[in-house]
């Protein structure tokens, strides 16, 4: 089974920049789609970003021109570089990727929060 480890959550004022990063391990099966989700309380889960195994990536308009997806294959790790962060990106970050069976395995998550 793949094991997703994740780092790089924490607190930042408005206006801060995080590095979130996603190990991904376990799986005999090249990793395709990777993506990060991210869960605020009392809110419906959002799709933050998409990047496929050439780079190839998308963005909620949300964050679009602020965070910037990357992966690197040969560490089996997915990064999300979070730049200007505005208290509405506070939530859980969870990162996901799908193996060439089409299965979809998650991590634990890690916390954002932006408040001054």
């Known amino acids: 089974q793949v094991q997703l480890v994740e780092s790089g959550g924490g607190l930042v004022q408005p206006g801060g920049s995080l590095r979130l990063s996603c190990a991904a391990s376990g799986s005999i099966f090249r990793f395709n789609t990777m993506a990060w989700y991210r869960q605020a309380p009392g809110k419906q889960r959002e799709l933050v970003a998409t990047?496929?195994?050439?780079?190839?990536?998308n963005y909620a308009d949300s964050v679009k021109g602020r965070f910037t997806i990357s992966r690197d294959n040969a560490k089996n790790t997915m990064y999300l570089q979070m730049n200007s962060l505005k208290p509405e990106d506070t939530a859980v970050y969870l990162c996901?990727?799908?193996?060439?069976?089409?299965?979809?395995?998650w991590g634990q998550g890690t916390q954002v929060t932006v408040s001054s």
């Open positions: 990047i496929t195994r050439s780079g190839s990536a």
């Open positions: 996901t990727v799908d193996d060439t069976l089409l299965r979809r395995y």
